[in-house]
């Protein structure tokens, strides 16, 4: 069965790094998006960002563009998320998620069929 591993969540003051990965195993990795949602307490699940290697294509959601960058390795069928200028209001739990490619990149929780168990990120101010 397909699963996704997230690590690399933690504390970190407000202006630091952090990088996720999530490991996925049991897909064909290169015919699947990934993507990186995030769920704050009291809030809604949002999208972070997503990527589909062979059309080169790279989604963001406004608030993190041009802090965070997602990547793929193909090889090691891992995705990360290196977040960069952290925020306070960047915590909460993100989430890894893979949509089985068709041609789009689905920006919304609906459109992702797989899901990891989430890892925290705490920003202190």
């Known amino acids: 069965q397909v699963q996704l591993v997230e690590s690399g969540g933690g504390l970190v003051q407000a202006g630091g790094s952090l990088r996720l990965s999530c490991a996925a195993s049991?897909?064909?990795?290169?015919?699947?998006?990934m993507g990186w949602f995030r769920q704050a307490p009291g809030r809604e699940r949002e999208f972070v960002a997503a990527?589909?290697?062979?059309?080169?294509?790279?989604a963001y959601a406004d608030s993190v563009k041009g802090r965070f960058t997602i990547s793929r390795d193909n090889a090691k069928n891992t995705v990360y998320l290196q977040m960069n200028s952290l925020k306070s209001e960047d915590t909460a739990v993100y989430y890894c998620?893979?949509?089985?490619?068709?041609?789009?990149?689905?920006?919304?929780?609906?459109?992702?069929?797989?899901w990891g168990q989430g890892t925290q990120v705490t920003v202190s101010s």
């Open positions: 998620a893979a949509h089985r490619f068709r041609g789009v990149i689905p920006t919304r929780r609906e459109g992702y069929g797989y």
């Open positions: 990527t589909m290697w062979s059309v080169g294509n790279t």
């Open positions: 049991g897909l064909t990795f290169s015919s699947y998006v």
